[in-house]
């Protein structure tokens, strides 16, 4: 089956590329973009201030189940309604450095549309460091619930 | 059924880590995998069970036997770091998706 999510992630590149295609209108897409409430909900995070124009700046803070804060924010270079978002992204007291992100929304039919997300990097060790997140996350989630498992046994 | 999080759970596990190397060179039984360790069968069992439900693992009747082999598939896209991070945004664009079509019923 296609994978209707593609990363695009080059050896020593300091960028990558996500692609998905929607089966939505691109005016639904873009719009999940830019209603605060529509954006906490898919993004799972609270929504401090998005002001979607040019000069325009973000603010989101996601708590963990552990009750954590973290914060990521960013400001709006480039605002174009239904066509593209040009905006820098922060995860706020990380190692990770700001990035540049580049959306660009695309209409295939009246009831699909294409995101390209275009992001670079400070670096790439920067990059491939993002990539990885996940992936370490999986394995400590693993351990730590074997870790549970284990624990309820005794 | 969250997949992404049962391959990690799988392979986060030192035996069945090591029942996935064992069984990269060649098929094997369960009894032959057993062999090379010191746990009880139906703990071998279990770890068999926990790996072919990941799809790590297939298995193949032959006579009365049946043989393990490796499904090379699954492993790639474990062995691939990417992948967890594709998924993390493959499933918040699903989550979009749903979101916004409820919307547009409204």
């Known amino acids: ?154 | 059924m969250n997949l992404r999080r049962d391959v990690f759970q799988a392979i986060a596990d030192p035996t069945r880590r090591a029942i996935l190397l064992l069984v990269a060179s060649q098929s094997m039984t369960a009894g032959a995998i057993a062999a090379n360790f010191d746990t009880a069968r139906p703990t071998v069992s279990k770890h068999l069970q926990i790996l072919t439900a990941c799809e790590l693992l297939k298995h193949e009747q032959n006579g009365r036997e049946i043989y393990y082999h490796i499904n090379a598939k699954k492993m790639k896209e474990v062995a691939d770091f990417i992948e967890p991070f594709r998924k993390m945004w493959d499933d918040r664009f699903n989550k979009l998706e749903t979101i916004m079509k409820k919307y547009k019923s409204k």
């Open chain 1, 1 to 154: 089956m296609e994978q209707k999510t593609k990363i695009n992630a080059e050896d020593g590149k300091q960028e990558m590329v996500i692609t998905r295609e929607f089966d939505l209108p691109l005016e639904l897409l873009f719009k999940a973009y830019i209603e605060p409430e529509i954006v906490a909900q898919w993004m799972g995070t609270k929504v401090l201030k998005l002001e979607s124009k040019k000069h325009g700046g973000y603010q989101f803070e996601t708590t963990d189940p552990k009750g954590n804060k973290y914060g990521f924010n960013g400001v709006i270079h480039e605002f174009s309604p239904n066509r593209k978002i040009t905006r820098t992204f922060e995860m706020e007291n990380t190692p990770f450095g700001v990035q540049l992100e580049i959306y660009e929304f695309e209409k295939l039919t009246d009831d699909s549309s294409r995101l390209k997300m275009h992001v670079v990097y400070e670096s790439v060790a920067q990059r491939d460091q993002v990539l990885k997140l996940p992936f370490a996350q999986g394995i400590n989630m693993a351990h730590n619930r074997l870790e549970d498992m284990v624990s309820k046994l005794k």
